[in-house]
């Protein structure tokens, strides 16, 4: 055996370097998680944009059937509502009395518009037509703000748009 050659010694040159490597990487795995947290907070807000857009279409078709359940009054152009954020109250309430045709069109818009407000944060709408026709087209636009994206959060945030038509005849 040969004296000349020691046996493996640490240098004292290398002493701390695996901590070291151990602080460089912790840094970048909190970089990497804070990274992931932030595309999870951001896919959040996108979720909560399409839920109010799901709402959205979801009302417009509530409306467009309730529409179709009622030809007689929608024929004449009674569903119009101008653009507004204001529940009106009807008259009668349908669900506890029967009512005649245009009660139920009043009845109808009240509905909607309290289903709106409840889904839907600072919301506009309207129900539009030409005019009254057989067959009758109208056109509901709705209106909310999404307050999903940070830039826009101090100015109020972002007016969003869903405006759907459909025809109605006898």
């Known amino acids: 055996m040969r004296r000349d050659l ?14 070291l490597e151990i602080l460089v990487t912790l840094v970048i795995v909190a970089i990497a998680l804070l990274g992931t947290a932030g595309l999870q907070l951001n896919a ?3 979720n909560k944009g399409g839920q109010f857009r799901t709402q959205a279409i979801f009302m417009a078709s509530d409306m467009a059937e309730r529409m179709e359940a009622n030809k007689a009054e929608a024929v004449l152009g009674t569903y119009a509502v101008a653009a507004t954020s204001a529940v009106g109250a ?18 109808d818009i009240s509905q909607w518009g309290t289903n709106i407000t409840a889904a839907l944060p600072q919301p506009t709408w309207s129900i ?4 009254a026709a057989n067959p009758i087209t109208y056109t509901i636009v709705i209106n909310w703000t999404d307050r999903s994206n940070v830039k826009t959060v101090a100015s109020g945030g972002i007016v969003d748009t ?5 025809t109605i005849g006898n």
């Open 6 to 19: 020691k046996p493996f010694a640490p240098s004292a040159a290398q002493r701390g370097s695996s901590m």
């Open 44 to 46: 959040m807000r996108v």
């Open 90 to 107: 009807a008259a009668t309430n349908c669900a506890a009395a029967a009512c005649n045709s245009a009660g139920l069109a009043a009845w």
């Open 128 to 131: 539009t037509t030409a005019g």
């Open 162 to 166: 869903y405006t759907a038509t459909r």
